[in-house]
Structure formats: structure tokens, C-alpha cells
């Protein structure tokens, strides 16, 4: 039976499974991912061995982006379903031991919802407080605050001469923070929820909730909005509202070091349960294209397993939905697309925090090629290739960087078998399926002992029943190199050595002599030994267990 109340740190010992609904299973055949769709699946989903399941928005929206832009925080869009189906969900979860993560966007609204409809038409309405406006003289801008999907982060409302501020697009205007009748509103909302069961919250961006009040020009336009001096209080007074529902919450928290993120994931004193923090991903650069450096890639995770150490928790991820796949960005998604993809999955969830796992990834779903912006559905990745080519790029290398980063390779459908779409629906989809659905979907993996889907399913059951995994503290062998990421996991003189080579060429690792004893326990490579100098063929990866 899920009880929070007396389980309220059940999230140190679980891995997380994320859910991108419009994407994961067309029930009706309508090209479009839905909430019975996800209803249909959770037997899939409880034969991974995860612990809960974090949805991406499915909240009533005019989808200019995806749902992340939410007109109505208690009920649904129609193409998902219904309320009925979304508590039907929740208990059906529920009745299989997984707990049910929603995500949270209160950073911002949609300009549909009635909060914002009721804003825009006069100053003297209750609700023109529940967003941020500023006068400006005629032609110009308030200030030179940009949007983070480009442009100018103001837009003009004729009714109250005013400018609204909008950090992402025109259509999703941010919440006034200042004003505590915003708070007090999504306070209801999180009741209203736990009320209905769910166990959690992944808080959108959560650092961008305080804005610079003095509004004046900056020449870093992250000192106007990020982690402004201030934002505490207001992640206080969040914090009572989670506490108090017993409530788990992991916030989005692009641009917090670690040393501020000791602050606010405090076991004691913070404000959330953990932050998905982007040093690995390079989050900022959004559009670059470039092999990644695994020297780097070490010193980033290092960086915050070492720093939370003791203090806070940290949360384990590779992809999810902003993100291209990551066997295409940080493995080899050609030659070794399966080595790459289980390599990969064995260095992350092995270190201390909780894994999350996004659709698609047990599979080692891969980026899409698109060839033509037609094909493309992401709002930031059209208006990217907008700008590039008005700035002179040409057609070929603008999409070749949106084929490498753009946040439509993560929503292509889930791949369920070799049927028509990958099995996700009859009809056409909503975006294109990965024409190697053929090769990679669960069908086809789920028989195979070797599969990328049975080498996730042993990592999860290896990080809910060992240990050393759970609590055991992270101590990186750093191996000076540009291929290996090794690491151990300890507690109490005996532990786990991971060692991975993470790259297209062999090398080698001599294990050391300093253990008692040295057990392999799981890799992707049947030939590999626990004795001596390891020869590592590209995108091997191991487990050893040891007694010091």
C-alpha cells in the first residue's frame, strides 16, 4: 500500500520512468498519445521494476508548446481524455506499487487561461496582478529583457496600453510572483491534486520564478531572470505547500551551481527533494553540434555527486524530453547503437541519486532524421531555423544542428513493435515515427537475454536491491583519459567498481589488486573478466562488486 505520509524519503530507493503522453500509446487512433493509452500500458511499465512515473503535462492547453503552456491546471486537454481517466490512472498505478508524478508549470500560463483572459482588460481587475506588466513610451520596449525562444521578452496589450513579460513564448505570459494571491492559487491546485492521489511534482522551470524587480537593462540576461536574489523566500513558502501534502518534488533547475543547490536541496532545510541540474547536457547551448568529451562528461557528474555528498540527493538522468536521445549525443547510435546504449545506462544509474529513465531510452531509442522543416513540430526549433536562415545560414547546416539537438528527437512515438508507426497507431501520427522501429521497439527486445530492454531491467533491480547502490558513497577513479569513466559506489569497506569505456575505440583498465575480492556482476560484453588488465572493446561496460 503507497503511504507517503510514513514513507516520506520512498523516492532515495526508487528509479523514475517518464512519460511523454502525447507520444507513448494511441488508444483511439487518432495519431495522438493518450491517457487510456497509458492505462493500457502500465503492465509494461510495472514489468521494467520502476517505482513511479513522472507524466509530462496532458493539462487542458492550446498546445503552443506542448502542454507546457496550461490553460486550466484541473482538467484535462480533450485529445488525452478526461478527469475520470486520469484518476482511473492514478489508482491503477496505485494498485501496482508506482507511485504518480505530474509536472507542474507555474512559472507561467498559458494567455488562454482565465487567470490571464481576465488580466489583459483592465489594471483594475482582480487578477492584472497575476502577471507582470510595464508601461513603455510609445516605440519602444520596456527594457531589453529577451525571450528565451528568441525575441523580445515583452508583448504589447492594447486594452491597458501595457507590455506583458513572456520569458518563453508570446503566448505563455509568467506569473507575478510578488504577488502572494499567486501563490495562495497554486496552492489550491497542489491540494486539489495530492486530494486526487498523485505523489508528486517535477516543478517546470522553478529557477526562473523571481525576475529582477528593478526591470533595468542588463547585459546578462540570466541575472533578470535565474536564480535571482530573492527566490528563496518564494521556494520557502512552495516548500510548506509540498511538505504539507507529503508530496515529492524534483525541480527544474537549469543554471543553479552546486553550491547554491546544497541550499536548496538540503535534507534538512530545502526546498525540494532534488533538482535536475543540466552541467552534463550542456543545456545553454542548445543548438551546438560536437562530440562530447568525456573527460568533461566526468568532471560535471563528479562535480554534483561529490558536492551533494552528505547534504542533499541527487537526480540521475540522461534524457527526457527537452533533450536529443542519448545514444545519438553522447554514445554512437550507428555502428554501436546497443553497446552504446547500455554503456551508457550502466554509468548514470549507477551512481548515487535516483534514476530517471525517459520512454524509449530502455529501448535505446535514437535521434529522428528529418529532412525537411516541415517535418519538425518543436516551437523552438522552428523559430531557431527562422532566425539561422534570415542570419544567412544555409538550409543544409541549420538542419543538420536541429537533426543533432532539437527537442522533437525525444517525442517521436514509442516504439512498441514492427507494425505500421512502431505499433503506436494506426493512423498517421501526430509527429514521425523513427524509421528504425523496424529494429528497436519492445517486441523485439523484450525475448532477446541481451536486449538494451533486459539490460535496463537488470539495472533496475540491481539499484533497488543492493545496498552500496542506495547509500554508498560515489569516489571517482579518474583515469586521466578521454575514453573511461570509472567510479566506485562504497559503504562500509565493500561496494561496486563501474567501469565503462565510453568511446568507439578499445582501450584498456588493470583492476586493481587492493580488494580482497573482485566479482564481475553484469556487463554488456559476455567475454569480459574480473582479474588482471581488462581489454575493453569500444562502449564496453562492467560491474564488479568488491570486499576491501
Given at each position: ?369 528529418f529532412n525537411n522543416i516541415d517535418d519538425f513540430d518543436d516551437l523552438d526549433s ?167
Amino acid at each position: 500500500m503507497i503511504d507517503n505520509k510514513s514513507d516520506p524519503t520512498w523516492w532515495q530507493n526508487a528509479v523514475g520512468y517518464q512519460i511523454y503522453p502525447k507520444s507513448f500509446y494511441d488508444s483511439n487512433n487518432d495519431g495522438i498519445g493518450d491517457i487510456p493509452g497509458i492505462i493500457e500500458k502500465i503492465p509494461y511499465i510495472s514489468s521494467l521494476g520502476v517505482n513511479f512515473v513522472w507524466l509530462s503535462p496532458f493539462f487542458k492547453s492550446p498546445n503552443v508548446d506542448n502542454g507546457y503552456d496550461v490553460s486550466d491546471y484541473q482538467d484535462i486537454d480533450p485529445q488525452y481524455g478526461n478527469l475520470d481517466d486520469v484518476f482511473e490512472m492514478i489508482a491503477k498505478f496505485h494498485e501496482r506499487g508506482i507511485r504518480v508524478v505530474f509536472d507542474l508549470v507555474i512559472n507561467h500560463t498559458s494567455d488562454q487561461h482565465r487567470w490571464f483572459q481576465e488580466a489583459k482588460k483592465s489594471v483594475d481587475n482582480p487578477y492584472h496582478d497575476f502577471y507582470m506588466w510595464k508601461k513603455a513610451p510609445e516605440g519602444k520596449l520596456p527594457n531589453n529583457w529577451v525571450s528565451l525562444f528568441g525575441g523580445p521578452a515583452w508583448e504589447y496589450n492594447e486594452t491597458t496600453d501595457e507590455y506583458y513579460y513572456h520569458l518563453f513564448a508570446k503566448q505563455q505570459p509568467d506569473l507575478n510572483w510578488e504577488n502572494p494571491k499567486v501563490h495562495s492559487a497554486v496552492s489550491d491546485i497542489i491540494k486539489w491534486w495530492a486530494d486526487k492521489g498523485v505523489d508528486g511534482f517535477r516543478l517546470d522551470a522553478i529557477s526562473h520564478l523571481k525576475k529582477d524587480q528593478t526591470f533595468a537593462d542588463v547585459t546578462n540576461q540570466e541575472a533578470a531572470m535565474n536564480n535571482v536574489p530573492g527566490i528563496d523566500k518564494i521556494l520557502a513558502q512552495l516548500s510548506d505547500d509540498f511538505k504539507a501534502n507529503h508530496l515529492m518534488t524534483v525541480g527544474e533547475a537549469g543554471g543553479i551551481p552546486v553550491e547554491e543547490a546544497k541550499r536548496w536541496v538540503n535534507s534538512k532545510t530545502g526546498y525540494f527533494d532534488m533538482i535536475f541540474q543540466f552541467d552534463h547536457v550542456s543545456f545553454w547551448e542548445k543548438f551546438t553540434v560536437g562530440k562530447v568529451d568525456i573527460a568533461q562528461l566526468r568532471q560535471a557528474l563528479s562535480r554534483w555527486q561529490e558536492g551533494l555528498e552528505g547534504i542533499g540527493w541527487n537526480a540521475l538522468f540522461l534524457e527526457n524530453h527537452d533533450l536529443p536521445r542519448a545514444v545519438s549525443y553522447f554514445g554512437n547510435d550507428t555502428k554501436f547503437r546497443k553497446k552504446s546504449a547500455t554503456a551508457l545506462g550502466l554509468m548514470y544509474m549507477m551512481m548515487k541519486g535516483t534514476p530517471f529513465v525517459y520512454q524509449g531510452q530502455e529501448l535505446g531509442m535514437a535521434n529522428i532524421s528529418f529532412n525537411n522543416i516541415d517535418d519538425f513540430d518543436d516551437l523552438d526549433s522552428i523559430r531557431f531555423y527562422k532566425e539561422q536562415l534570415a542570419a544567412g545560414e544555409t538550409k543544409t547546416d541549420t538542419l543538420m544542428r536541429l537533426r543533432a539537438k532539437s527537442r522533437d528527437n525525444a517525442r517521436t512515438p514509442m516504439q512498441w513493435s514492427s507494425d505500421v508507426n512502431g505499433g503506436f497507431s494506426q493512423s498517421k501520427p501526430w509527429l514521425a515515427t523513427n524509421e528504425n522501429y523496424h529494429e528497436v521497439n519492445v517486441d523485439n527486445e523484450i525475448d532477446q537475454p541481451n536486449s538494451t530492454l533486459n539490460f535496463y531491467k537488470q539495472l533496475i533491480k540491481l539499484r533497488q536491491t543492493e545496498s552500496a547502490l542506495l547509500d554508498g558513497k560515489y569516489e571517482l577513479v579518474d583515469t586521466d583519459d578521454h575514453q573511461l569513466f570509472v567510479y566506485k559506489r562504497v559503504e562500509n569497506g565493500h561496494g561496486y567498481l563501474i567501469v565503462t569505456n565510453l568511446s568507439d575505440e578499445p582501450t584498456s583498465y588493470m583492476l586493481p589488486t587492493t580488494f580482497n575480492q573482485l566479482k564481475l556482476v553484469i556487463s554488456n560484453n559476455d567475454s569480459l573478466k574480473d582479474e588482471g588488465k581488462v581489454e575493453l572493446a569500444p562502449w564496453d561496460a562492467a560491474m564488479f562488486k568488491f570486499e576491501q
